[in-house]
Nanobody
Framework: QVQLVESGGGLVQPGGSLRLSCAASGSIFRVNAMGWFRQAPGKQRELVAA???????NYADSVKGRFTISRDNAKNTVYLQMNSLKPEDTAVYLC??????????????????WGQGTQVTVSS
């Protein structure tokens, strides 16, 4: 069993900053790519940022220069530092991870996991 637990959301004024964290735990053999998605009311879920196990990153154009994704492989944790926040950044932010997990003592399997989501609200 593998879980992703997010933290760090909240209410912030425009121009402010927040840092999101997402920790993977359970019967993990290896965590591959990790990422953050967001979904605003009435809109489709979109990729915000992603990072490979080697540290390569990619970002949505709307957040480039403002958001930074990073990870701590020893802790199986991914972070999203969000600066210069705008009202249009308001959404539920969801963590995603591609994980190779231990199915049995001798067998592994690979699956995509999602966190429960954390609300980010940017408003004055």
């Amino acid at each position: 069993q593998v879980q992703l637990v997010e933290s760090g959301g909240g209410l912030v004024q425009p121009g402010g900053s927040l840092r999101l964290s997402c920790a993977a735990s359970g019967s993990i053999f290896r965590v591959n790519a990790m990422g953050w998605f967001r979904q605003a009311p009435g809109k489709q879920r979109e990729l915000v940022a992603a990072i490979t196990s080697g540290g390569s990153t990619n970002y949505a154009d709307s957040v480039k220069g403002r958001f930074t994704i990073s990870r701590d492989n020893a802790k199986n944790t991914v972070y999203l530092q969000m600066n210069s926040l705008k009202p249009e950044d308001t959404a539920v932010y969801l963590c995603n991870a591609d994980i190779l997990y231990r199915k049995t003592w001798s067998e592994t399997s690979r699956r995509d996991y999602w966190g429960q989501g954390t609300q980010v609200t940017v408003s004055s």
